[in-house]
């Protein structure tokens, strides 16, 4: 089991970006699915997207289009890059990590709002 640690939240206007990083405490190289969720106020933690070893992704159809998310093995850090913010999209960001051991982050706060 890793030791996953988000960055990268913040506070960005409607149409802006943010990426964020989920940096692992070992190697990535061997993990089978990572992913993101989110959970906003009030609500359910929501699926985002996932990544798994070959590269291949998957989204939510919320963010389709505008969140890519991506791995960097050398780096052991997995990111989502965000474009086209709305405040809809406004929740605290959690990655995970999945080899038949679950590790999840802590979590960073995103805020969209003018």
């Known amino acids: 089991q890793v030791q996953l640690v988000e960055s990268g939240g913040g506070l960005v206007q409607p149409g802006g970006s943010l990426r964020l990083s989920c940096a692992s405490s070992g190697s990535i190289l061997s993990i089978n699915v990572m992913g993101w969720y989110r959970q906003a106020p009030g609500k359910q933690r929501e699926w985002v997207a996932t990544i798994v070893r070959s590269g291949d992704t998957n989204y939510a159809d919320s963010v389709k289009g505008r969140f890519t998310i991506s791995r960097d093995n050398a780096k052991n850090t997995m990111y989502l890059q965000m474009n086209n913010l709305k405040p809809e999209d406004t929740a605290v960001y959690y990655c995970?990590?999945?080899?038949?051991?679950?590790?999840w982050g802590q979590g960073t706060q995103v805020t969209v709002s003018s």
């Open positions: 995970y990590a999945n080899n038949n051991l679950l590790s």
